[in-house]
Structures are given as structure tokens and as C-alpha cells.
């Protein structure tokens, strides 16, 4: 059976608003966030997943509020170690900060995940999600920009950091019965 999934980057928080790298901390969606969500179209969906996390699960909630939705704990963000919660401005004087973006950004955050890294555990929470979808057709799964660009970046190629989504807006994609990738598509869910 031929599959259509949907990947939705959750709604802002406060910390997004800010700028703040935002990964393993559970930070919740603010009023505004949950508002521009409201405010989108998003296609039907068979079957929901989520990341761990409550801005996911609420975006999810609120999205398919009908939908029992299923949690895997490899969807989540990448963990951003000693840079979490905080912003460029906060860091531009850091001299770790300033190494890991003379690097691209490909190295591991300091205490915390490289991009490969969270690619390789992103995509075992990918694998997991296509399992438990087997018999469904419209797959949706409301996660973070890190979880996409790692997904999308393992599934099609390319730069991680190409496949970069504003919140609430996500990608579509087809997969085939014979397991072959099409029909890459950025959306904004605009009304």
C-alpha cells in the first residue's frame, strides 16, 4: 500500500520566540503557538505520532483531537548539552560556541548530540513509526526541526540543515509499496 506522511514541526514556544535552542527541555507551547496552529489547515491523517515532548504532543492534541496519538521516544529533539536554552546572543562570546559554528555545526553540542548522532537515533524512532503504521495510508508524525531535517536529510539527501521548518509549517512525502521516496513537499498548512 502506498503511504502519504506528513511530518509537522510543533507550535512556537516562548523559547522559540526567543531563539533559544530548544531541545530537551520540556518547555510547552505558549498561548500564541497554540493560536497560530488553530489558525492552519493540516491534512487528514490515519494515524498520529508524536515526539516525547509536550509542545509536540500538545500541537498533535490540538491538530487531531480525535486521534489517539502514539509517543516514540526516538522523535525527539536533539539534545543540545551546555547550549540549551540559550540563544546566539547569549553565546557569542563563548568561545565552545563560537568553535562549534567555525565547524558547520556538524560537531556534537558540547554535553550533548551531534547532528549524526540524533540522525541515527531519529531514524530508529522513524523505522518504529513505520512498523506500527503498516496498515494505515496518511501517516502524521508532530515533531521538531531537528527530528526533520534528520529524517529528510537520511531519506532524500542532501544538507541536514536544507530541510529547516518553521514551526507549525512541516514537509509531505510519498512512499511506495516497493519502498521508494517521492514527492518531497515543504507546506505551510495555511488556511
Not at 520540556?26 to 491523517?45: H, K
Request: proline share 4%; with cysteine; charged share 25%.
Amino acid at each position: 500500500m502506498d503511504k502519504k506522511i506528513t511530518l509537522i514541526r510543533h507550535g512556537k514556544t516562548a523559547g522559540n520566540y526567543e531563539k533559544r535552542y530548544i531541545g530537551i527541555t520540556d518547555e510547552q507551547m505558549n498561548l500564541e503557538g497554540e493560536n497560530e496552529i488553530r489558525n492552519r489547515i493540516y491534512p487528514e491523517a490515519d494515524i498520529v505520532f508524536s515526539s516525547p515532548l509536550a509542545r509536540c504532543i500538545r500541537t498533535a492534541e490540538i491538530i487531531y483531537p480525535q486521534s489517539q496519538i502514539h509517543i516514540i521516544e526516538d522523535l525527539r529533539e536533539t539534545d543540545f548539552g551546555d547550549f540549551e536554552g540559550k540563544n546566539y546572543k547569549g553565546l557569542s562570546e563563548n568561545p565552545l560556541y563560537q568553535s562549534w559554528i567555525d565547524g558547520g555545526g556538524r560537531e556534537a553540542f558540547p554535553g550533548g548530540e551531534s547532528p549524526e548522532e540524533a540522525t541515527i537515533r531519529t531514524m530508529v524512532g522513524y523505522s518504529r513509526m513505520l512498523k506500527e503504521s503498516r496498515e494505515y495510508q496518511n501517516i502524521t508524525a508532530v515533531v521538531h526541526g531537528g527530528t526533520i531535517m534528520a529524517i529528510l536529510s537520511s531519506l532524500f539527501g542532501g544538507e541536514y540543515y536544507s530541510y529547516h521548518v518553521e514551526n507549525g509549517e512541516g514537509y509531505t512525502f510519498d512512499l511506495s509499496s516497493d519502498g521508494v521516496y517521492s514527492g518531497l513537499s515543504p507546506r505551510s498548512f495555511l488556511r
